[in-house]
């Protein structure tokens, strides 16, 4: 059973910065893609950026301000989140999707809080 452990969130003033991380482990299994999806309060979650072997994708409204990354050795997805907005304060979930001996599946992590605010 993968398991994804995320962290980084927090509170922040709008314009400030923030790293989450979330590092998958456990099973015997490859990485296809991994990424962070948000859900802020009364909306549907939604795509924020996706990394894998074919390279990034972003939502247009973090285009510039987010990137993401990824380290191999330790499965472990980052996302940086500069010049952040008060429309970014969401719950961030880390989502991966992996190939295992008996097929393909996706995971998803808990969830850390991003609160912007003035």
């Known amino acids: 059973q993968v398991r994804l452990v995320e962290s980084g969130g927090g509170l922040v003033q709008p314009g400030g910065s923030l790293r989450l991380a979330c590092a998958a482990s456990?099973?015997?299994?490859?990485?296809?893609?991994m990424g962070w999806y948000r859900q802020a309060p009364g909306k549907e979650r939604e795509l924020v950026a996706v990394i894998s072997s074919g390279g990034t994708n972003y939502a247009d409204s973090v285009k510039g301000r987010f990137t993401i990354s990824r380290a191999n050795a330790t499965n472990t997805v980052y996302l940086q989140m500069n010049t952040l907005k008060p429309e970014d304060t969401a719950v961030y979930f880390c989502?991966?999707?992996?190939?295992?001996?008996?097929?393909?599946?996706?995971?998803w992590g808990q969830g850390t809080q991003v609160t912007v605010f003035s």
């Open positions: 456990g099973g015997s299994f490859s990485i296809n893609a």
């Open positions: 989502n991966t999707e992996v190939s295992t001996p008996w097929g393909k599946y996706n995971h």
